[in-house]
């Protein structure tokens, strides 16, 4: 159902306050991307129901090549996971972790990339090869810095003329939002 929407609350735990931005322009992409996710800051949040939760954290792991991960936590006492697949609605929060030793260098574009494509993880979203400007593009980076790449494409949302649906992919078609 079309209003049935899927609020997100998200907050910088980083300790970095120069990534409120990339947060808030990465979140605000897939809020207005076509499908049921809304995020909204934790000071900003319209209801008192309980909706998923991201925490954005920013660690320096060094130059190991990994530039950003998602890990989905469900509900219940199963172990959290970085394997994409969690049934989405059975995560109760996310962390999302952009590499503070790559990203220090970064300008905001490649920040924002970064953190979209983990928000992408975090809706459930797994990386595919369907198009050379999707956000979860498994080298989401080829093609930076166009702003295309950091805004969720209608395959990424499920809203492609060409491939709907297919496999279940896009937001839209995990959640049933039709």
Known sequence: MEDDYLD?????????PGLNASIGTSTAAWTNAYGPQRFYDTGSYPSASRPSL?????PDWGANGV???DVNCPASGVQCSDVTGTQPSLVAFSLVYINWNYADGWGNPLRQLTLSHELGHALGLAHHDDCGSCL????????????????????D???SSTSPCVGGRGVRCIFKWN
């Not at 997100?8 to 980083?14: A, D």
């Not at 991201?54 to 920013?58: E, I, K, L, R």
């Not at 979860?136 to 395959?155: D, E, H, K, L, N």
């Open 8 to 16: 997100v609350l998200y907050r910088n735990q980083s300790g970095i």
């Open 157 to 159: 949302t499920g809203q």
């Open 136 to 155: 979860m593009r498994r080298w989401a980076f080829y093609g930076w810095p166009s702003p295309v790449f950091w805004t969720p494409s209608g395959i």
């Open 67 to 69: 530039y950003g991960l």
């Open 54 to 58: 991201v925490d954005f954290y920013a």
